[in-house]
């Protein structure tokens, strides 16, 4: 630690002391530069430096392209509370599909969902949905990536399709109303088969 000592401008008729500039301590090691600035009469600040953000390591985006992003993200993807929303208001101008297997589907799922698992999605499968009519995929959780598999698929079959963030998981957690024989006793995740194990 360096320290300088301050430089006293003047001492007025109430003994009260002005420092024209002072720096109070300097202190370095390895992430920061600390140091304490004095102005005034009683005013103390303290400032820290990085030398180095893992954060702004990668420089944000510009503001034009971080917008197009976003945007195209929206597109593709919708949450739970939007779901919640529109089935409140009555605005259902889509089709909420299940991908998750059929016992899990009869289990527990969200109310007005059909469902195809994803690995049976095909132009015979789907051949007589509708495809003005966008679907919303969902799966188990984030940590599953059947939603996005199945919403690929969809959509090179020429179907309008948005996937749901936070799937089943997220769907029961945020309070969403389910259908189903087990309902809230229904697994909330996916378990591996014990012949995997």
Known sequence: MYTIDCIIDQIDSN?????????????YNKSYIHYQL????????????????AVLHTPAAPPEQAASYFAMRAAYETDVADVISDMHKGAIAFQLLDVRDA????????????????RQINAQTTADWDREQTIVTYCW?????????????????????????????????????????????????????????
């Open 103 to 118: 016992v899990a589907y009869e289990q527990c799922h969200i109310p007005g969902a059909i469902h195809l698992a994803g």
């Open 38 to 53: 004095i102005r005034g009469d009683v005013m103390n600040m303290t400032q820290a430096t990085p030398r180095y953000s």
């Open 15 to 27: 003994h009260q002391t002005y420092h024209r500039s002072c720096i109070d301590s300097i202190t």
């Open 141 to 197: 959780g984030p940590a599953c990536n059947g939603a996005t598999k199945a919403a690929a698929t969809l959509a090179s079959l020429g179907f309008r399709v948005k996937e749901l963030l936070g799937g089943m998981e997220y769907w029961r957690l945020e309070g969403g109303s389910l259908e189903g024989s087990l309902k809230e006793q229904a697994p909330l995740h996916w378990r591996m088969p014990d012949q995997v194990r």
